[in-house]
């Protein structure tokens, strides 16, 4: 067969519905609608010649789809379509079926297919792809076998003992975590000169296989691969003081993430708008953003992953918003998934900004670089078969860097200059996304900002709206924020969510809503400190105490923000808005001075 010329062609059946993959007859004018598999093996067909044709169908089982199919599996090799027509699998055309599992299979698929079980148990996956990756890079051949050492020495213990002891936030594949060290020293190596090629493969190796753990179970993983990290690997030594994950590479040292801090946001602040649309370097701002500037540099796509409110969509914004405003190389489009997102309404989002370039082929305006960023990508309904429709679309682009049309034809559609970002809450939705689209992405766990970077966050807001107050008013500023974390979190540890009081959650959302309550205050309504400590017990119980469902649990966060305020404010006298009986109302609204001046006071 050698030498033969071989056409085979791609689809995915969980892209499209059932209907669309077989075709359909329209209920109301009898007219025949053509479907994805019937035009591919019609059109296959006619062609004259015998040469191999393969059809590959790769995608996930479902009954709806894989029965219909059993009348081309077994000897008849015939597609029988709903109108009566008959589409023959000739002998030179095969069809091959790449699937996640069999779970929803039944006896009689499996017993009409051949069916070939790959493991990637013993690691031949990646040490193939390390020699292959190695093999097509312009780089020395000292270099190259540099590389495939230290891939010797590290790797191989590496994921042993983290498989047998540390468990990520969600779960990740060997090959995954291998293709993206490749891809940051791909990154790292074209943009610096290779000076200490071990410092920064270890760079690569930590965020790459250690950048996924997090708090987990009442464990924190990623303080544990830290110090193991630290116990096993001696060559390159890192600090005593704090993790392996505090520090970057810069040629042969290991420097602090603080260094990085160049940008003075301070300045560029307006306090008129919304929190959201800045981002304050801290250290887990800049760690993140280096990276994905890094991976983003050379195609790969990140994912980040953490708990809701923790500022995975403010990090992935911040660095958009740089990417797109200081160079003119990218655009953006945010797309936020839902319960009901579909593949139909994905790719008609996906391609709005999409336009037509030469023969089949479609990208965005000019020489641009179209960032997609999907915002709670696990988010979509769960089919009966543990399926999502968007979840394939964005697989088969990944895959194949192409879809088809939704029409009568189903053109093949080659999209170009194109790259996901995306993050999700493996708390919510569907908890994890299907491995065999995990596995394009560099996952990073994104915890809760410590207090020093929450204070470091709002000061820069607070103290930047402040500073045209009278100065008792601003000496308080910094004591408000303080306080307002300390009420925080007694109000987290306090009101804990159960089945009953499902939405008892707070986190630093809520956190930042408080603080973009107060920076509505102005000069003419807020002029001594009184005013300001009145100002923050009103926009906490707006955002905590309205969220309580009983007088109980309302009465026991009053106390709690009494007693705090009587610690923390031990000048001013709040005791009457706390009475038992017949406390004074304690309100702020901007309607107060009339409907025409809108002062918050």
């Known amino acids: 067969m050698a030498g033969i010329k071989t056409s085979f062609k791609d689809l995915n059946p969980k892209v499209v519905s059932t209907n669309e993959l077989y075709g359909v007859v329209h209920i109301q004018t009898r007219e025949w609608i053509d479907g ?10 006619q062609i004259p010649d015998t040469n191999p044709k393969w059809i590959i169908l790769d995608g996930d089982l479902d009954a709806n789809w894989i029965e219909s199919m059993n009348s081309v599996m077994d000897d008849n090799k015939i597609l029988t379509l709903a109108s009566n027509e008959r589409i023959v699998l000739k002998a030179h055309m095969k069809m091959i079926f790449e699937i996640r599992d069999l779970a929803y299979a039944t006896p009689a698929t499996v017993s009409r297919a051949g069916i070939l079980y790959i493991s990637d148990d013993d690691g031949y996956q990646w040490r193939a792809y390390v020699k292959s990756w190695i093999m097509t890079k312009k780089y020395t051949d000292e270099i190259k076998t540099n590389l495939q050492g230290l891939f010797d020495k590290y790797i191989p213990d590496t994921l042993i003992h983290c498989k047998k002891t540390f468990d990520y936030i969600v779960p990740q594949v060997e090959i995954c975590l291998i293709v993206s060290i490749c891809k940051l020293l791909e990154s790292i190596m074209a943009t610096t000169e290779v000076v200490g090629l071990e410092y920064i493969f270890v760079f690569c190796c930590v965020w790459c296989i250690g950048g996924g753990y997090a708090e987990k179970d009442n464990r924190d993983y990623r303080k544990e691969f830290s110090n193991w990290w630290k116990d096993k690997w001696k060559t390159i030594k890192f600090p005593a003081k704090g993790t392996v994950f505090d520090y970057f590479v810069e040629q042969t040292r290991l420097v602090e993430w603080d260094t990085l801090k160049t940008k003075d946001v301070e300045n560029s602040i307006d306090t008129s708008k919304a929190i959201s649309n800045y981002t304050v370097p801290t250290v887990d701002t800049i760690s993140a953003q280096y990276l994905m500037r890094l991976f983003i540099g050379v195609g790969h796509s990140p994912l980040l992953v953490g708990k809701a409110g923790c500022g995975k969509t403010q990090i992935i914004k911040g660095l ?9 190389d990218y655009l953006q489009q945010i797309i936020n998934f839902n319960y009901y997102t579909d593949s139909t309404a994905l790719q008609a989002s996906l391609e709005q900004l999409l336009e037509k370039k030469a023969g089949r082929n479609f990208g965005p305006v000019g020489k641009y670089k179209l960032i997609y960023f999907i915002d709670d990508i696990n988010m979509p309904m769960l089919d009966p078969y543990n399926t999502q429709t968007a979840i394939a679309l964005v697989r088969q682009h990944k895959d194949y860097n192409h879809w088809y049309e939704r029409s009568d034809k189903f053109l093949l559609v080659e999209v170009q200059n194109t790259l996901y970002v995306a993050s999700m809450n493996p708390s919510a939705g569907s908890f994890y996304v299907n491995q065999r689209l995990q596995r394009h992405f560099w996952m990073l766990a994104v915890s809760f900002p410590a207090n020093g970077s929450l204070i470091s966050i709002y ?19 910094p004591q408000v924020i303080k306080t307002a974390l300390t009420l925080h979190g007694d109000v987290e540890r306090t009101f804990r969510k159960t089945a009953k009081d499902f939405h008892y959650e707070f986190n630093v959302r809520h956190l930042t809503n408080i603080f973009q309550g107060i920076l509505q205050a102005r000069t003419e309504a807020i002029k001594t400190p009184d005013s300001l400590v009145k100002l923050w017990c009103h926009e906490s119980e707006r955002i905590y105490g309205d969220r309580l469902v009983n007088a109980a649990d309302l009465a026991k ?18 005791s009457k808005y706390f009475a038992e009986k017949g406390p004074e109302p304690l309100i702020f609204a901007n309607f107060v001075g009339g409907l025409d001046e809108k002062l918050y006071d």
């Not at 000061?459 to 500023?477: D, R, T």
């Open 36 to 45: 994805l598999l019937s035009c591919t093996m019609r059109s296959l067909g």
């Open 320 to 328: 958009l918003n740089e990417l797109t405003t200081t160079t003119e």
């Open 459 to 477: 000061s820069a807001y607070l103290i930047k709206h402040f500073g045209k107050f009278h100065g008792a008013v601003q000496e308080l500023v």
């Open 557 to 574: 966060y009053r106390h709690i923000v009494q007693d705090l305020a009587k610690k923390s404010f031990p000048k001013q006298n709040l």
